[in-house]
């Protein structure tokens, strides 16, 4: 997994007027989880670009005063009209220890049964795994190829890798439903007459 640096400054003063008073100098509040005792800083609003607008999951390098602090996104609050980022919160990680982490579904791959008609249902577009830092992937790959109308993926099917999905094997990932625009699925078809045809040649190889 990527992982973006940010650089930020450690800070005493935690009360509204505090944070307030750095958001105004475009700076965000910030609090480290996950080890000792919270870590309170604040960085640059800009700083937090790469992390939060992406569709892939990242890990951060916090460069705090000197010290380095390996970390992921836990929670981040934005304001509820301008959109900026208000605060967020880090929980650290360790090299040696697994961490949990959501993370986002590419779904890949041209479904027979979306071809034919059917709708694909996107159940999950991100899912929870544990795995040690160095293991934890940008995104996963669901591939959709195989799917004909009426077929489900299940969790099982999802890509794998040194990492484990905290979800039952039997979580549905996504389906193809009917729609009022569905075909008869002529693929299948296909397939069955040319089937037929190779078990007659191989009955009749004179014919």
Same mark, same amino acid.
């Given at each position: 997994?990527?992982?973006?640096?940010?650089?930020?400054?450690?800070?005493?003063?935690?009360?509204?007027?505090?944070?307030?008073?750095?958001?105004?100098?475009?700076?965000?509040?910030?609090?480290?989880?996950?080890?000792?005792?919270?870590?309170?800083?604040?960085?640059?609003?800009?700083?937090?670009?790469?992390?939060?607008?992406?569709?892939?999951?990242?890990?951060?390098?916090?460069?705090?005063?000197?010290?380095?602090?390996?970390?992921?996104?836990?929670?981040?609050?934005?304001?509820?009209?301008?959109?900026?980022?208000?605060?967020?919160?880090?929980?650290?990680?360790?090299?040696?220890?697994?961490?949990?982490?959501?993370?986002?579904?590419?779904?890949?791959?041209?479904?027979?049964?979306?071809?034919?008609?059917?709708?694909?249902?996107?159940?999950?577009?991100?899912?929870?795994?544990?795995?040690?830092?160095?293991?934890?992937?940008?995104?996963?790959?669901?591939?959709?190829?195989?799917?004909?109308?009426?077929?489900?993926?299940?969790?099982?099917?999802?890509?794998?890798?040194?990492?484990?999905?905290?979800?039952?094997?039997?979580?549905?990932?996504?389906?193809?439903?009917?729609?009022?625009?569905?075909?008869?699925?002529? /693929?299948?078809?296909? /397939?069955? /007459?040319?089937?037929?045809?190779?078990?007659?040649?191989?009955?009749?190889?004179?014919?």
């Amino acid at each position: 997994m990527k992982s973006i640096t940010i650089t930020g400054s450690k800070r005493e003063s935690v009360g509204k007027k505090a944070a307030k008073a750095l958001r105004n100098a475009g700076e965000v509040p910030c609090v480290l989880y996950g080890g000792d005792e919270p870590v309170h800083f604040n960085a640059p609003e800009l700083a937090f670009k790469s992390l939060v607008y992406t569709p892939d999951a990242h890990t951060a390098t916090l460069e705090l005063d000197g010290t380095t602090y390996m970390a992921i996104l836990q929670d981040i609050q934005f304001h509820p009209v301008t959109d900026r980022i208000l605060h967020v919160d880090f929980y650290q990680i360790f090299e040696g220890k697994e961490v949990t982490m959501t993370i986002p579904v590419h779904y890949e791959g041209n479904s027979r049964g979306v071809r034919n008609g059917g709708v694909l249902r996107k159940t999950f577009r991100t899912l929870r795994v544990k795995a040690l830092p160095k293991n934890l992937p940008d995104f996963v790959i669901a591939d959709i190829t195989k799917l004909k109308i009426g077929d489900k993926l299940y969790i099982t099917e999802v890509e794998q890798g040194d990492w484990k999905y905290l979800h039952p094997d039997n979580t549905v990932v996504c389906q193809v439903r009917t729609s009022r625009n569905m075909v008869e699925d002529l /693929e299948d078809d296909d /397939e069955e /007459e040319t089937e037929t045809e190779a078990t007659e040649q191989a009955a009749n190889p004179e014919a």
